[in-house]
């Protein structure tokens, strides 16, 4: 018998079935002892990357598979494919994931070939974004737990990152999943060089905003985070 210890509470049955299955590979009837043990650890090793760190240990009921969860924080389109990245930016197959609020990144710079599970999908673009979606996860934490803001948004796009397309216009822009616009502008830690609001600032900001409004969404054609005079954004009217 082969169990999974300390699973996340994000994780599906779907993955826990792709993963078992990876990890018998060939091989049905597995006797419980090191051997088995070993070969189990080789097939996840190379099958599958949601797990790193892995360990196989031998117990009285049978195999007992443990390592460290890779969740994935954002979702990539490569033509008609879809790719999970984690937080270290490492490329996970796409398994749906309803539980998860996993945001889109778009605008990403082309590149020549698309890293397969496992690898990393490298890029300054792709850390730019996971870095704020990081630091909107720790304040969904702290702020809204209830109720996380990241329910909302629907996709960060870095098409015009560190000002590739045009200098004046914002470098990361979000949209909620009715397109409402929320500028965050500047790349973490560069806000000083285009005198924008502080990334505490667009932080406060934005959750004050959805703390009093209890949203993001319907009546705003988009929320400007860059304004430095602007305790609240006002929600800018559709119509």
Do not use: C
């Amino acid at each position: 018998m082969l169990e999974l210890t300390d699973v996340p509470a994000w994780v599906n049955d779907q993955l826990k079935k792709e993963i078992l299955a990876a990890a018998r590979s060939a091989s049905e009837n597995l006797k419980v002892d090191e051997n088995a043990a070993f070969k189990v650890q080789r097939n996840i090793e190379k099958e599958v990357v949601w797990l790193d760190e892995v360990k196989v240990q031998t117990t009285h009921e049978g195999l007992r598979i443990e390592g460290r969860w890779r969740r994935p924080v954002a979702v990539i389109k490569s033509g008609v494919r879809r790719f999970y990245v984690d937080a270290e930016q490492v490329v996970l197959d796409f398994v749906e994931m309803p539980n998860l609020p996993i945001v889109q990144i778009t605008g990403l710079s082309l590149i020549t070939k698309t890293p397969p599970p496992g690898e990393v999908w490298g890029g300054e673009d792709v850390a730019a974004a996971i870095e704020i979606l990081d630091r909107l996860e720790q304040m969904d934490e702290l702020v809204t737990p209830d109720k996380p803001l990241l329910d909302e948004i629907d996709r960060i796009d870095v098409s015009n990152f560190s000002g590739r397309l045009s200098d004046r216009l914002p470098h990361i822009i979000m949209y909620t999943k009715d397109s409402t616009q929320i500028i965050w502008g500047a790349e973490v830690g560069k806000w000083q060089r285009y005198l924008e609001s502080t990334d505490e600032q667009k932080l406060a900001k934005l959750y004050g905003y959805y703390t009093e409004y209890g949203t993001l969404s319907g009546g705003a054609q988009y929320i400007n985070l860059r304004d430095p005079q602007n305790d609240i954004p006002l929600p800018v009217d559709r119509f």
